[in-house]
């Protein structure tokens, strides 16, 4: 018998769609990079939406991007939701009120979001 | 005749996908924020890898992930390349030295770099 030949094991790399499971009852943040002054997070809604009424108010400024999914996000300042496809990404100024109108139900939408100093 | 109904058109976001066509001789790269200290760009390789014997070697930190396609990521401080595909990142330290191996030929490569202060 010979010894089996130990595999080259790579090093697996992180993954932004590991864990992104069918549906969730809650939004799922997670933290993939934390520096002063920037943060880059995961997000991954499936039907959610910001509360009514709700407007997200930052003092930082977002760059995000969606990339499966689709939602519609609102400014206060327009009159009109943009719609996101995946690719689809926004630069959003400090302070520049928005809202989630809308996710896609019938799968996950991932966002990757950079907070930073704007 | 009834005149027609003005639809109302969304504003038409940026799209990380677009212009990624089949295959290209170069590797094209376009900057999609620019701020002091941060900068967010778009790579599409198609086969493309960094010349023999050559390292990066950045005065910046960089977070990258790959979108579409798939590619190999070598650091000097490593045996093996590490293999990267839809939705892998990294981050890179500054001066940690790297090189791309190798990227897919029959598909484009696309990535997301996050440049920042490390």
Same mark, same amino acid.
């Given at each position: ?14 993954? #932004? ?6 549906? /969730? ?6 933290? #993939?990079? /934390?520096?002063?002054? #920037? ?5 991954? /809604? ?37 719609? #996101? ?34």
């Amino acid at each position: 018998m010979t010894a089996a030949v130990p595999l080259e094991v790579g090093l697996v790399p992180d993954n #932004l769609f590991a864990a992104v499971t069918a549906a /969730s009852a809650e939004e799922r943040l997670t933290e #993939l990079l /934390s520096r002063p002054g #920037l943060r880059i997070e995961k997000i991954v /809604s499936t039907g959610q939406a910001s509360p009514v009424g709700f407007w997200y108010d930052q003092p930082q400024a977002e760059w995000v991007v969606v990339l499966r999914g689709q939602a519609r996000l609102r400014f206060e300042d327009e009159a009109q939701a943009r719609v #996101l496809a995946p690719g689809d990404y926004v630069d959003i100024a400090p302070h520049r009120r928005h809202r989630v109108d809308w996710t896609a139900t019938d799968e996950p939408t991932v966002w990757l979001a950079v907070h930073y100093r704007g």
